[in-house]
Structures are given as C-alpha cells and as structure tokens.
C-alpha cells in the first residue's frame, strides 16, 4: 500500500478502528426471507467521530478499507458527517468488512462477514503516519482487539506512546462472536492502561464476572474515568480528582425513558456524548445526561448513528431538575414530556423530524 502521511492537527478526539458497510432489513423476518435491504455503514469507532462531529467536535478517523465500492460507500458516509477521514488508508488486496443486522435473530441481532479484511490487516505502523500533537482523545475498543494479532499489537503499541496532549478512551464493546477460540482475558489489561474506560454492566458481568460499579472500579484502579452503563437504569461515573489522587464520590444518573427499537450502536452514542461533554467541561451528571440523550436517539432506530436532538431540546434537557428529567419519554416519533405543574399527569409532545432521520 501506498504510504500516505496523516494529519491530525487541530483534531479534538481521534477515533481508530475498523467500520464495514451495513445491511438492515427493509422489511420484517428471517434474514433468509427478507428480500429488501438498506446498504448504510456502521463501525463503533466511525459511529462514535460521526456523532462527535454532529455535535460540533473536531474528530477524525483512523482505519483501512478494501479498494472496493463497499469501502468507497464507507469512507464517503463518514466524510459526509463532518469526520476527518484522512487517516484511512486503502488496501488493494483485502476486501471491506460487512455486516448484517437480523430484525428476527434471537440474541445478538448481527451477523458478520469479516475475517481478512482490510481494517484486521492494522498494525503497529499505522501509529507511524498519526500525528496525536494536540488530540485530546483517542478513542478505541475492544472490538479491535478482537480482530487479529496484528489489530491487538497496534492496541498496545498506542498505549505505550506517551501521553503528552491526549488521553486513551477505552470501549469495552464485547462482541462475543468475535472472541470465539480466543482469549478475551486481555481486555482487562487494555482497559487497566487507558485512561478512560466505558463499558457496560452487562458487559462486565459476562468478561469479569461482575457488573457492579464499585467492584468494576476495583478490577481497575488504574484508569482516571471509569463509566459504568447499566442499561435502562442509568450510568455511573467513577472518577479521580486530578489534584489529590483520590476517587471522588460516585456520581449516578438515571436514563431516558426510551421505546427501543434496537441496541446496536446506542453505546457508541453514549461514548460521543460522554467525550463531548467531557472536552466542554461540563459537570458529571451533566456528561452522563449528555451521553444518555445521545443513546436514547440511537435506541429508536434500526440504525448505528442518529441526527442528535435539536440544540434547544438538549440544553433543557442537560439542566433539567430531576422530575422534569424523568418526565421526559424518547420515541421514534418524537420527544414525549409530561407535564410537571397545573396539569399533573398530562402530556405534551414535541415532535422532532430529526428523530427519524436515517444514515
């Protein structure tokens, strides 16, 4: 391949890892009788800098396709959404990643078609052509650690730079279709060295055997940021003050009331909104609201990104008193709040064509 120099200056976050085009059913039922599909893309790493730039936030992209129209379609619908993509580089002899998501699949509704591709032939000397001088983040996840020796080598060769201007945001993202015959014990290393660690407690509970917040924390002391989601309670945020050492209290914020149409792709939202908030300096509960408004948009579609919710919206909704937040109910035709005086326990609507938007 040909040896193209990267350009991250004046890049807020840097996201790295593989993205694939993404076929969903057009229609309902079993993958083998759905006879009408939507090509669109789909990456956790893309679909993270495609919402950061949707949120005003400088991101780029670090990643590999095949030299083919499925690569082609991808580069293009990540460039489209405001993110870097000159950091993606084109393989003439690997293909791009696919996946397929299943309406009818029981468990986990994907199915992937990506073993040898371009984006799992990533190693070490992809770090050689990025310049990090002045990123705030860099965003990564297990995921590519999953995807060959070579993919887990550029993970750990990442966390050996050192860290003058950025910090290391780490998504556990366990995928256990990709882990088959493999040993996921390293994904407690890799997340031991970041410094901000995401992950579900679901997640936690399946790759370390508990999903508890303060247990979680244990398994790692080393990370500054520890994000726990737990699904549709909330999220907690474990965290060390910078000027003592010590760990601040947990902070805990519930979720959005959602009608969910589809998991996929709501953790890396969060991701985005978390990041977001973090690099505006916002309060805690005010980067884990801003993380849950951002999954709650991808949880009422059949896609992996969403349009955010009007600026409006969101910045009443970040400083909304807790009943107020907790009156408020996400769908995929609108933004449902009840009434919290003069009327108890009506409703009103705010309809917002921005929820049905599709990538």
């Known amino acids: 391949m040909e040896r193209v120099e990267v350009v991250a200056a004046g890049l807020d976050v840097l996201c790295l890892g593989e993205s694939m085009a993404l076929f969903v059913p057009g229609e ?29 936030v400088r991101a780029g992209w670090v990643s590999a396709v095949g030299d083919d129209p499925f690569g082609r379609a991808v580069v293009a619908a990540v460039a489209e959404a405001g993110v870097d993509v000159s950091g993606v580089r084109v393989d003439p002899r690997r293909p791009t990643g696919l996946y397929v998501k299943e309406s009818n699949a029981a468990g986990s509704p994907v199915r992937y078609y990506r073993t040898g591709s371009a984006a799992s032939a990533m190693g070490p000397a992809v770090l050689d052509r ?48 990709l882990w088959t015959g493999a040993d996921p014990g390293v994904l407690r290393e890799l997340a031991a060295r970041a410094d901000v660690v995401l992950v579900g407690s679901d997640e936690a509970e399946a790759v370390w055997g508990t999903g508890a917040p303060a247990d979680i924390r244990a398994l790692l002391p080393g ?8 699904g549709e309670l909330g999220a907690t945020l474990l965290e060390r003050d910078p000027l003592t050492g010590r760990d601040r209290p947990e902070v805990f914020e519930p979720a959005l009331r959602v009608d969910v149409v589809e998991p996929v792709g709501a953790g890396d939202a969060f991701a985005a909104g978390f990041l977001a908030a973090t690099l505006a300096g916002a309060s805690a509960s005010r980067r884990l609201r801003a993380g849950h408004l951002q999954a709650a948009t991808v949880l009422c579609t059949h896609h992996d990104v969403a349009v955010p919710l009007p600026r409006d919206l969101v910045a009443d909704l970040l400083d909304a008193d807790p009943a107020a937040w907790a009156a408020t109910h996400l769908t995929a035709r ?26």
């Open 28 to 56: 309902d039922g079993p993958a083998d009788r759905v006879r009408t599909w939507t090509r669109t893309v789909g990456g956790a790493e893309s679909n993270v800098a495609c919402t950061l730039a949707r949120l005003g």
């Open 334 to 359: 609108g933004v449902h709040r009840e009434m919290t005086s003069q009327e108890p326990g009506t409703t009103r609507e705010s309809g917002h064509p921005e929820m049905s938007a599709r990538e």
């Open 130 to 177: 990025v310049d990090l001088d002045g990123v705030c983040f860099v965003h990564v996840s297990g995921i590519t650690a999953a995807l060959s020796p070579d993919c887990l080598a550029l993970l750990f060769a990442l966390l050996d730079l050192p860290r003058a201007t950025h910090q290391v945001s780490f998504d556990l993202n366990w995928r256990p279709a």
């Open 223 to 230: 990370p500054a940021t520890v994000v726990v989601k737990q």
